[in-house]
Structures are given as structure tokens and as C-alpha cells.
């Protein structure tokens, strides 16, 4: 490899670490802000409500979300402080090489100077040239005259913008020390505010651990509920897919057979994976999908098939696709769920106080399916989220954009 094809390398190789260090603080950045404003979602839809006097147990699972959340901004935020102090370290070696090689550059130009002092005249130079036994020699000191005054133009040209870039570095060392300080600062105010809340919690727990027995009891009789609730869900798709199925050659009992039409539909559905909009216009999640520690009783695990949202006491369900709407279900004094079609998937909506569709009717993406239920004893407005691969319960997170 030649000396050009090295620096056309050496140039390639910074231009892309470079890129990829701008990505990596971008991503962080976005990553922060995203989090900043779910902990501002978290205190408008949970906190806000001070007219109702929330149970200590409802308590407890609040504050569960908000901390769980902090703690990750606290983890971003150190990461970004860690990259900000690398991102420091690099550009004071730079400025270290860059002063090296400037005062090179300085010295060797004074030399220059130094040398031509003596031949600066016009008249010197023309000695210079006739003195020369040959017109071949004087065609080359000529050349060399030209070269050398080039030569003195361009290095003085490169210690100017060496020097320029010098003072460039310089100010983004300053504004990444100032960028690193502020984030030190906000995340001592964040830790602080962690920890607080982490003790306001275990202390809400000590309190209610007299009542353990009790409270186990009540969660268990709620799972209960949700399992029963979730296996009719069940129960009505695999019965969808029955009715579906019963002009096929070979029907299965747990995949559609679906028209052409319909298969377009699920592909599509399919193809927006990680892309589709959330179910309401905004909202924060506060149980995941699959079986988890419950965030009071820890002796105790939950189990879901979807997700929970707490959003706005006025807001809408959407239906996060086009589909058709395949029942709308209530059963043993729940809420109202409706159940949307799109090709060989289904999407759930629970936990409606009132509802917009009816069985059979098209729906496109975000239209309104109704209005979520907000309860009255503790101010909380809630829906139950899941989608479904025929009858196979999916998780929601790898679906919906940034959930």
C-alpha cells in the first residue's frame, strides 16, 4: 500500500469512527429525552390526581413505575457521561498532537524565513539565476525559486489552519467539560430523587406487610379473574377460527383459513412489525407482557397476556391497523373488550366504558374503537393491550413503535 492509498485509508477510518461516535451520542440523547418524557407521563397520568385518595397498595405500584423508569434515565445518563469523558479524553490528545505539531510547523517556517532573508531582494534572486554556467541550470533554480516560494505560501497556510483547528477543539473541549458538568449535576438531582423514592416505597411495604396475607389473597383472586378473562378471549378466537375454517379442505383448530383478501391483510400487518402506533394517542406502561414479580408482593407472580397501559381519563382505544372487528365481548360484570381482525391476527382491547364499533365493521389504523375506562375509586385510567397469532398470545413490545 503506497503513502496516497494509506492516507485515503487513515481519512476513511477517522471519517467513520467519527460517524459512528456522533450515532452513539444521538442514540443516548434520544434515548434520554424519550425518558424524560415518560417520568413527565408517569406524574401527569398517576400523580396528577390529588382529588382521589389512592390506597397505599396503588401507591406502591405507581411509584414501582416511576422508579423503574428513573432508574434506567440514571443509567443512560451515566453512560452518556461516560461517553462525553472519553469523547474529552480524545480531543485533549488531539490538542496535544495538534500543539506538537503546530510548533514543528512554526519552527520550520522561521527557519525558512531565516534562510531567504538573505536572498530577499529582487536583485539577489536575479544574481542567483544568472550566476547559473548553464540555461538548463538557470531554468531549474528558477523552477526551484517558484517551488520554494509555493512551498512558503502553503506552510504558512497549513499553520493557519492547524491553528484555527486547534481553537476549534479547544471550544468543543470546553463545551463537552461544561455538557459533562450539567449532566453530573442533573443526574445528582435524579440519584436523589431515586432514593427518596426507593425509601418512601420500602417504607409504604413495611407498613403493608402485616397485611401480606391479605393482600396475597387479593391478588390471587384478581389473576384468577384476568386467567378466566383471558382463556374466554381464548375460547372466542379459537371459535372464530372454527366458523372460518368450516369450508376448508384441511382446516386446522388453531390457524385461520382465510381469503386471499385477508391473507394481504396479516402480511401487511406483519411487514409493519416494530412500526405499528399505539392503541391510545399517549400513555405509559405499567405491566408487561408474560409472568412477572409483582412490584408489591414480591413472594407473588402475575401473569399477562398483553400489556397495561394508564393514559388520560378522556381518552380513545385506536385500532393500530386496518381489520375488520370480529366480536365485542362482555363477560361476568367486566368491561367491555373488543377483538379486531387483521388477516390471521388479532388484536384485544380491554377494560371499554363505552364502545364506537360494532361486530363486522372495517376499521382503518388509529381509528376510534371507544372510550377506556377510568375507575372511580382510584382515579386510574387503564387498558389492557394483547395481540394474537390466530390463538397463540404474542408480546406487544416487539410490535409497537417504542413501546
Known amino acids: 500500500m503506497n503513502k496516497y492509498h494509506f492516507l485515503v485509508f487513515l481519512h476513511f477510518l477517522i471519517t467513520n469512527f467519527s460517524l459512528s461516535q456522533q450515532e452513539t451520542q444521538k442514540r443516548l440523547e434520544r434515548e434520554k429525552e ?13 400523580f396528577s390526581n390529588n382529588s382521589i385518595k389512592k ?16 432508574g434506567k434515565l440514571i443509567s443512560v445518563t451515566n453512560q452518556e457521561i461516560n461517553f462525553i469523558s472519553k469523547q474529552i479524553n480524545i480531543n485533549q490528545r488531539d490538542i496535544e498532537v495538534l500543539k506538537a505539531e503546530i510548533i514543528k510547523l512554526k519552527d520550520d517556517y522561521a527557519n525558512m524565513i531565516r534562510k531567504s532573508y538573505y536572498s530577499k531582494s529582487r536583485q539577489s534572486r536575479l544574481m542567483f539565476l544568472f550566476s547559473s554556467e548553464s540555461f538548463y541550470q538557470a531554468y531549474n533554480r528558477f523552477k526551484y525559486l ?20 486547534l481553537k476549534k477543539l479547544n471550544l468543543e473541549l470546553l463545551s463537552k467539560k461544561v455538557n459533562k458538568e450539567s ?42 379473574k384476568i386467567a378466566e378473562f ?22 386446522s383448530p388453531l390457524k385461520f383459513s382465510i381469503t386471499p383478501e385477508a ?20 400513555g405509559i406502561v405499567i405491566q408487561n407482557f408474560g409472568t412477572q414479580v409483582h412490584p408489591v408482593v414480591r413472594t407473588t407472580k402475575i401473569k399477562s397476556n398483553g400489556i397495561t397501559i394508564a393514559t388520560n381519563q378522556t381518552a380513545d382505544a385506536r385500532s ?49 374503537i ?10 386510574k385510567t387503564e387498558l389492557k393491550f394483547s395481540i394474537f397469532q390466530s390463538s397463540t398470545p404474542l408480546n406487544p413490545k416487539g410490535w409497537i413503535y417504542r413501546l
Open 34 to 46: 424519550k425518558l424524560v418524557r415518560e417520568i413527565k407521563q408517569i406524574n401527569t397520568i398517576l
Open 146 to 165: 517558484n517551488q520554494y516560494a509555493k512551498y512558503r505560501k502553503k506552510q504558512g497556510e497549513i499553520i493557519i489552519k492547524k491553528t484555527n483547528l
Open 55 to 70: 390506597s397505599a397498595f396503588d401507591e406502591i405500584q405507581d411509584l414501582d413505575v416511576k422508579i423503574k423508569v428513573r
Open 370 to 379: 371507544g372510550k377506556v375506562f377510568t375507575n372511580p375509586n382510584t382515579g
Open 183 to 224: 449532566l453530573i449535576k442533573e443526574n445528582q438531582v435524579e440519584q436523589l430523587i431515586f432514593q427518596k423514592e426507593i425509601k418512601n416505597q420500602k417504607l409504604m411495604i413495611t407498613n403493608l406487610i402485616q397485611k401480606q396475607k391479605d393482600l396475597e389473597y387479593r391478588i390471587r383472586t384478581k389473576e384468577k
Open 263 to 282: 391473507k394481504l391483510v396479516g402480511k401487511s400487518f406483519y411487514a409493519n412489525k416494530g412500526k405499528l402506533p399505539w392503541p391510545v394517542e399517549e
Open 320 to 368: 393500530i391497523f386496518e381489520g375488520i372487528v370480529m366480536t365485542v365481548l362482555s363477560y361476568k360484570g367486566s368491561n367491555p373488550t373488543v377483538l379486531v381482525q387483521h388477516g390471521n391476527y388479532i388484536t384485544a382491547y380491554t377494560n371499554l366504558e363505552s364502545v364506537y364499533v360494532k361486530k363486522g365493521q372495517s376499521l382503518g389504523p388509529k381509528e376510534k
Open 230 to 251: 383471558d382463556k374466554e378471549i381464548e375460547r372466542l378466537i379459537r371459535v372464530a377460527i372454527a366458523n372460518a375454517n368450516k369450508k376448508s379442505v384441511s382446516p
